[in-house]
């Protein structure tokens, strides 16, 4: 089953940055998709961004152009270096396997917050 620890998170001014780290056990990690999701308060989880076994990268459009999404096979590790945040980033983040859904075990997320 996969376990996974999300860390980084914190608190910062609008366009600042912040670099989320999560480190995946239980999977076979190198041939895996991995997403990073975010809940803001009141809403529904959302997949932010994703990294596939080959590289390749997807982002949703709210935040191109200011995060990007990395990996490190060697580590089981996924970051997320978020840069010119702005207040509406403000919410919990996630990383899971990219076809992650509600029934599927999470983490415990990292926490950022973005004031204006």
């Known amino acids: 089953q996969v376990q996974l620890v999300e860390s980084g998170g914190g608190l910062v001014q609008a366009g600042g940055s912040l670099r989320l780290s999560c480190v995946a056990s239980?999977?076979?990690?190198?041939?895996?998709?991995m997403g990073w999701y975010r809940q803001a308060p009141g809403k529904q989880r959302e997949l932010v961004a994703a990294?596939?076994?080959?590289?390749?990268?997807h982002y949703v459009d709210s935040v191109k152009g200011r995060f990007t999404i990395s990996r490190d096979n060697a580590r089981n590790t996924v970051f997320l270096q978020m840069n010119t945040l702005k207040p509406e980033d403000t919410a919990v983040y996630y990383c899971?396997?990219?076809?992650?859904?509600?029934?599927?075990?999470w983490g415990q997320g990292t926490r950022v917050t973005v004031s204006s």
């Open positions: 990294i596939f076994a080959g590289l390749n990268t």
């Open positions: 239980g999977i076979t990690f190198a041939n895996t998709a």
């Open positions: 899971n396997v990219y076809t992650a859904d509600d029934n599927d075990p």
